[in-house]
Nanobody, 125 residues
Framework: VQLQASGGGLVQAGGPLRLSCTVS????????LGWFRQAPGKEREFVAA????????QYGDSVKGRFTISRDIRKNTVGLQINKLKPDDTAVYYC???????????????????WGQGTLVTVSS
């Protein structure tokens, strides 16, 4: 399974941005899909995830109400819509996938089986 994240860039605070992750080697319908981020000098942080059947999603406390995760079965992608960007959202964003992880459990980066290369989001104030 390979993941390719895209969509990052330099954006102004308050604006929107959409990240996308293309998945190959397995259908997104069989994967727990998540987004994590890592800011300079900080640990990797959970952002959002969607369950294998697409029926459940979960979000990190710092992004609830501003971020929305979605997946496109036809395109085999998972997206992350970010609204009302803040300078604190500046980070490298990674998409990740797990075959067996249960969305009812606490999100865990170490439980992910596959990772994309990351896409940098920089928010200017």
């Amino acid at each position: 399974v390979q993941l390719q994240a895209s969509g990052g860039g330099l954006v102004q605070a308050g604006g929107p941005l959409r990240l996308s992750c293309t998945v190959s080697g397995r259908t997104v319908g069989n994967l727990y899909l998540g987004w994590f981020r890592q800011a300079p000098g900080k640990e990797r942080e959970f952002v959002a995830a969607v369950s294998q059947n697409g029926g459940l999603s979960q979000y990190g406390d710092s992004v609830k109400g501003r971020f929305t995760i979605s997946r496109d079965i036809r395109k085999n992608t998972v997206g992350l819509q970010i609204n009302k960007l803040k300078p604190d959202d500046t980070a490298v964003y990674y998409c990740a996938a797990s075959i067996r992880w249960d969305i009812r459990l606490k999100p865990a980066a170490q439980a992910m089986n596959y990772w994309g290369q990351g896409t940098l989001v920089t928010v200017s104030s």
